[in-house]
């Protein structure tokens, strides 16, 4: 195999797949990107045995054929070159000289004979949304998936089909973030699905640049997500989401709304005396909001905001990370607070589509 591609193309290319490269491989292989060259184009694959992500970029194949490179190894070099054009020849050993100007490697390659062939999957159905909506719905929620390895249908992000609405939302138990999407099909099949971890940190930057419009299809164990030039395909998480529209309150009893930039501030710059021990305070009380911490380690810390706000003062307490994500992906001048007693959770709203509930810590 012999083809030339530009640093931008590769680099991008191996930046979408290298979230299929498996850092505790079944078979050393996995730990390698197929590298396939054939026309006017060259096919950059990763997979495992959860999730497999391929794409392709164009090329000058002066050689046609296919092998297998250290998939982490191989995008630390291509990003070390300089902007340019890129040779990658491989010999009947999978011996692999890549060069771009003066740079020079030989990398050892593994066979493509011995990298694990797909089943192939019938899916039940398919539907269409807008790239940017995609992404957008995975982004807006991911951050509130759970880590606890014990609770795996936590880990991931559901994607439930309601209405006419997609949904993508994600919590784990303290916090939980909703977005839900128009969905232009209306023959869209009702369900749940949930996204595995892995696959809903990276479905994002995979689909990027890949044009406007992306396909979903779907069945009982799997999804895929096909674009323009990169199709990502993984396992879905076995067993029953739980029914997170039924927690979120119609009213909490009290609303304000500040602008979002700013609140952000003020809580960072609040933060700054805490550690992860402790809690922020939000004191509402007659047109004015009161952002304080303390910590026994750091000392105190306050700031107030003007807020139109009446009735009898109420004193919250949150995780100031689980306030402040919520805050940052949202795309609005401003963000209403919604709340409720001392102890009851607080709604973020604001943003089309969107909606944030956060519980209150005893501080």
């Known amino acids: 195999m012999k083809v030339i591609v530009t640093k931008e193309n590769l680099n991008n290319a191996l930046r979408k797949v290298i979230s299929g490269v498996s850092s505790r491989p079944l078979i050393p292989i996995l730990t390698n990107v197929l590298l396939h060259a054939e026309g006017d184009r060259m096919v950059i694959k990763a997979s495992d045995s959860d999730i497999s992500v391929t794409t392709w970029i164009p090329a000058l194949v002066e050689e046609e054929g296919e092998t297998t490179l250290p998939g982490k190894k191989l995008q630390q070099i291509i990003t070390s070159f300089n902007v340019g054009d890129i040779t990658i020849e491989s010999d009947a050993e999978d011996n692999s000289r890549i060069t771009s100007g003066p740079s020079q490697f030989t990398i050892h390659g593994l066979s493509s004979v011995d990298y694990p062939k797909e089943n192939a999957v019938t899916y039940d159905w398919s539907f269409q949304m807008k790239t940017r909506d995609l992404a957008r719905g995975i982004a807006m929620v991911v951050y509130a998936r759970s880590v606890d390895t014990d609770r795996r249908q936590l880990n991931g992000v559901v994607m439930s089909i309601r209405s006419g609405m997609v949904t993508f939302a994600a919590t784990d138990g303290r916090r939980l973030s909703i977005c839900e999407i128009p969905l232009d099909d209306p023959n869209a099949k009702e369900g749940d699905y949930i996204l595995p971890s892995r696959s809903s940190v990276d479905l994002g930057k995979c689909v990027e640049d890949g044009g406007d419009t992306i396909t979903i299809s779907l069945s009982s164990s799997c999804v895929s997500f096909e674009s323009m030039n990169t199709t990502l395909v993984t396992k879905l998480v076995e067993g029953v989401y739980p029914n997170f529209r039924q927690v979120v309150p119609a009213n909490c009893g009290n609303s304000v709304t500040v602008p979002r930039q700013n609140l952000i501030n003020v809580m960072s710059r609040v933060s700054l005396v805490?550690?992860?021990?402790?809690?922020?305070?939000?004191?509402?009380?007659?047109?004015?909001?009161?952002?304080?911490?303390?910590?026994?380690?750091t000392g105190y810390s306050e700031e107030s905001m003007d807020v139109a706000f009446t009735g009898e003062e109420v004193s919250v307490s949150f995780n100031p990370t689980f306030f402040l994500e919520p805050l940052k992906v949202m795309d609005v001048d401003n963000v209403t607070i919604e709340f409720g007693k001392q102890y009851m959770p607080v709604k973020l709203t604001g943003d089309d589509g969107f909606l944030a509930m956060v519980m209150p810590m005893r501080a």
Do not use: M, P, R, V
Not at 281 to 294: D, G, H, R, V
């Open 274 to 297: 805490l550690t992860d021990q402790y809690a922020i305070k939000l004191n509402f009380t007659e047109n004015k909001l009161t952002i304080s911490a303390n910590s026994a380690e």
